[in-house]
């Protein structure tokens, strides 16, 4: 697609008659002509709902809003635009007002290992920090409809300070994800100081920024925006495509800027029924990624958010689509798949199984032709006792260790933990020797 096409062009018209090429590469012209009704959609894309479609369809946007920036729009067909993917994601449908049993607000459970506002600590050494709940778009499938589209609010510097005090006192932490809502909906001013601040933490060692602007507003990666960023590496970007009928001429544009900036970038797709749930299409998906430079990161297993189970899918589709990728294509093209877990679990990587079964001598291995192999065990392997006096150890290390712990199965595997098993927290047996006792 030509960036500003005669689609566009005739969009821009209907959204305002005196509309320039430069308005529509304008990523503010666009936040401001957002699409937030359902009349307005029908005025661009010449469709018509029935009366009762649009009093059904009112009552989903009084609970999940909706925005659709005109770029993001353009990319829809109107002529087939109920099976469109990019409708899809945009459009707000009666099924997200079906809240199952299992769907929750925050399944994530972000705001819970929240140690202070804006902020997630889950894993040991990393942390989250929302900076904004602000977004170009508000998607259907978003994991955080809770916040994003029922509150748009940026944090002033006061309230991020005391997320970037809570980092700055616990070294542990050496990766900061940006995300939110869409960090880049921040002016460049206020990215480039807390980028400026954050930085400055000694422990802090990359500072990830987690976009969907090269998606549904490209026009925001300015040369500006691209200079700014420059100065702050180490930097990663990880974008959000989840069609290949989102990598168009701007998108390629955008993300070719940020590439030759020299800033890594992954993107996370979710896994969405009806949209992108096919082998072959997250094949080329994948593929017109990395020709752009951009590492396919993560496939997600759609979350049990409220008001996405008409997006969710088995996991074995999940499943079956790795079948379609792995020995079928370069490995760097492949994503890991996974669950982010319900309840502040953390995301589990989920893969067919290659193992068929294994002795203390070999392991029978299957490949993605159905192959079957052995793989012999090593008899003479001697392993290194760790007792974490790395001074002391034949392996060297050559780094100062900050001091850790082991959790969970690393516990019971490592030499130097005392773990013997780990148990539920309300197991019932054990309950009753407490109870003995």
Known sequence: MQIYSENQRRLAKIIAEDATRSNWTDWKWHVRNSIKSIEGVERLLGIQFTGKERAALKNTTEKFPMAITPY?????DPKDYRNDPVFMQAFPSTDELRIESHDMSDPLHEDEDSPVPGLTHRYPDRVLLHVSNTCAMYCRHCTRKRKVGDRDSIPSRDDLRQAIEYIRNTPQVRDVLLSGGDPFLLSDDMLDWLLTEISSIEHVEV??????????????????????????????INTHFNHPAEITASSKQALAKLANAGIPLGNQSVLLAGVNDCPRLIKVLNHKLVRNRVRPYYLYQCDLSEGLTHFRTPIGKGIEILESLRG????FSIPTYVVDAPGGGGKIPLMPNYIISWTANKVVLRNYEGVITTYHEPAHYEPTYCDRECSTCNLQLREADAEEKA???????????????????????????TDAA
């Open 72 to 76: 993001y729009l353009s990319l829809i």
């Open 407 to 433: 959790i969970g199965i690393e516990s019971l595997l490592a030499d130097w933990d005392d773990a013997q098993s780990l148990t539920p927290e309300e197991n019932e047996r054990i309950g009753r020797r």
């Open 207 to 236: 500072v990830r920024i987690g976009t969907r602007t090269p998606v549904v507003l490209p026009y925001r990666i300015t040369d500006d925006l691209v200079e700014m960023l420059k100065k702050h590496h180490p930097l990663w």
């Open 328 to 331: 079928h294509t370069s490995g």
